[in-house]
């Protein structure tokens, strides 16, 4: 029972992680109908700047906002230069898919060009201390990590209901003809969700180095498929599912890493998206996400 | 020629066979029925593995140092065969997999999912396939029954492999030239379409992810039946999007074009840039070669979206009214003479 909590809260970790990027990935998949599979490289470029300006002796939770803000920019200039014009020119969506794996690859292969495979841990963050309560054992930093994910959740859930900006987006989302002809600029819209998604992104690039003790080029793209797997889990393009899809996936893997082989715990949440898929391929909480979402 | 040299090229030319059955295979898929299947080179690597576990021999042979399941040793054709068979098994489970009408892109994505949980799986099952360190002492097909020295079996092995690559070429080109050939352009092109004209478009694609499997576990047995070594290093999934780019660079749907591809991408970029001299970090050539195949899928996709040797326009010819054969499109232009 006791390796069961202790592992929930590995989990719990995790999901923070995971909930951060895979909000984002589904948020703008939901608006541009890209599937962006460079994603996880701009996670660890994100993660990267941070690195470099807190080596420049820049405070980390600074760091997190530059660095979200500079992937949010990266972001929206993928999209401008790449897809957008490929788009334009109809290229068919499995096109669009490999063109975003290209950018993917080339990005992830130019930091590890320059930056080299070794492992690197943010100099700034060093004294964590450890917290015990009700049988978790938690270190600052990780919990540090959860609340900056729940804060991002609520923020985010914020933007979504009570703003403007939010409401156009989540109409765009469900239907962007519909949203066009009702007076929303949607091409606005789609700008404004790839920084969304390009902030949220750095700052899940950032809190995963954090809350994992080294990290390499390497490690933003082993989070590609967990990322994909919690976004397609709660029903791709909502934003509420691909959260639950996150606290699914992250505390599916965690706890099973504790009584099966740790090694495996990948292969448990990715068993869990194919069956997902193979019984429901628009997500387990495709309705709940849609009750929720749209009927405002 | 001196033997270093000789040996270098048997082994680029034995590579190149390897990379053109593959990607013949993946042609077949991507390029004529448009299947994007992006867990194809777990296929490659099935077929590798089951031509490894066909010719090892029992797991305690070799001083039991490796740990995997059902070795045993058979004759030369056989273990080719049946990795051709696995391949083309495997890769019916995958069309299975996604056989619901997911979006093409969605379907892709799911395939990736599949070839990471393959190669995690054979990585951390270390009893099951000698784990990450992988599978080591495959013996050479016929080596010690030929008695030839290692240069003359080693051009032995480039005339087998040209042989199985004309085996593959002669069925791809069957096959694109058959009904089945049209059918998949079909499909692919217009799949609606070729559904209302009473084409059966999921049977279609399932015999191209069929003969695509076979031919990819085949490269696979070929490949490590030379090379003596399969570990999962050697699939992860940026592999499949290599083969993606040598069809993407030579011309989707083009059987000599996607091999000038495969020559390009999968020898020429490698085999160039060993002759660069090292410069910058350690690792720097090797992960800028990756940089420049992203580059130069995107440049091909914007600049020469059917590659270097395009998919030529077919013709399909008519038994015209004097039982002259006429072309489709002569008769659409005696049509547009008439009514104007």
């Not at chain 1, 790839?194 to 933003?220: D, E, H, K, M, R």
């Not at chain 2, 099952?125 to 029954?145: D, E, K, M, T, Y």
């Not at chain 2, 009904?179 to 079909?186: E, F, V």
């Amino acid at each position: 029972m006791s390796l069961f909590v202790l592992s929930l809260g590995f989990g719990l970790v995790t999901a923070s992680v995971l909930s951060v990027a895979a909000l984002g990935f589904t948020l703008q998949f939901g608006i541009s109908n890209v599937l962006n599979l460079a994603y996880s490289s701009f996670m660890t470029l994100a993660g990267f700047i941070a690195y470099w300006l807190n080596t420049q002796g820049l405070d980390i939770w600074l760091c997190l906002l530059v660095a979200a803000a500079a992937t949010a920019i990266l972001s929206l200039g993928l999209s401008r230069a790449v897809y957008e014009p490929f788009i334009r020119r109809g290229a068919r969506s499995f096109e669009i898919l490999i063109i975003s794996l290209a950018v993917g690859v080339a990005v992830t292969n130019l930091l590890l060009a320059f930056i080299g495979p070794s492992g690197f841990s943010y100099p700034g963050v060093q004294n964590a201390s450890v917290y015990h309560f009700a049988g978790l054992t938690l270190t600052s930093d990780q919990l540090v990590v959860i609340a900056i994910a729940v804060a991002l959740m609520i923020g985010s859930h914020l933007l979504l209901t009570s703003t403007s900006i939010g409401r156009a987006l989540r109409a765009t989302a469900e239907n962007s003809e519909l949203a066009r002809a009702c007076g929303i600029a949607t091409p606005r819209i789609t700008r404004i969700v790839w920084l969304l998604s390009g902030a949220l992104c750095g700052a899940a690039g950032v809190v995963l180095f954090l809350s994992i003790s080294s990290f390499t080029v390497q490690s933003g793209q082993d989070f590609l498929v967990p990322i994909v797997a919690a976004a397609v889990l709660g029903g791709i393009g909502q934003p509420y599912g691909a959260m639950l899809g996150a606290l699914v996936i992250g505390l599916a893997s965690e706890v099973s890493a504790a009584f099966i082989n740790p090694s495996d715990k990948e292969v448990v949440a990715f068993a869990l998206l194919v069956l997902v898929l193979l019984a429901r391929p628009q997500g387990l909480f495709a309705e709940a996400a849609h009750r929720r979402e749209v009927i405002t | 020629m001196s033997s270093a040299a000789q040996f270098y090229l048997t082994n680029i030319l034995v590579f190149f066979g390897v990379d053109l059955i593959a990607v013949w295979g993946l042609n077949l898929q991507f390029g004529v029925t448009g299947i994007v299947n992006f867990a194809f080179i777990v296929l490659q690597a099935a077929g590798a593995y089951t031509a490894a576990l066909l010719t090892l021999g029992p797991s305690s042979g070799n001083g039991g140092f490796q740990h995997y399941f059902g070795g045993t040793s058979l004759p030369f054709p056989l273990p080719l065969i049946a990795a051709g068979l696995v391949g083309a098994v495997l890769s019916a489970l995958l069309a299975l997999l996604t056989r619901r009408r997911l979006r093409g892109d969605y379907a892709a994505m799911v395939q990736l999912v599949v070839s990471l949980i393959a190669t995690t799986v054979a990585q951390n099952q270390s009893g099951f396939l000698n784990g990450s360190a992988g599978l080591a002492l495959v013996p050479a097909p016929l080596q010690s029954i030929m008695n030839l020295t290692p240069l003359g079996y080693a051009w032995f092995y480039v005339g087998l492999t040209a042989a199985v690559c004309l085996i593959a070429l002669v069925v791809v080109r069957a096959i694109g030239q058959s009904p089945l050939g049209r059918a998949m352009r079909a499909s692919r092109d217009n799949e609606e379409t070729a559904a209302s004209i009473g084409l059966d478009v999921s049977r279609i694609r399932m015999t191209a992810y069929v003969v695509g499997g076979a031919l990819a576990g085949i490269s696979g047995a070929l490949l490590v039946q030379y090379i003596g070594t399969w570990a999962p290093g050697a699939w992860l999934y940026p592999e499949t999007f290599v083969y993606f780019a040598a069809v993407i660079v030579g011309g989707r749907g083009n059987v000599l074009g996607v091999a000038i591809g495969s020559l390009l991408i999968n020898i020429a970029i490698v085999e160039v840039t060993r002759y660069i001299p090292q410069f910058g970090p350690a690792g720097f050539i090797d992960a800028m070669q990756w940089v420049v195949i992203g580059l130069l899928i995107m440049a091909f996709l914007w600049l020469r979206p059917r590659g270097i040797v395009p998919e030529r326009a077919r013709r399909y010819h008519l038994a015209g009214p004097a039982g002259a054969s006429r072309t489709v499109s002569q008769q659409a232009t005696d049509r547009e003479s008439q009514t104007s």
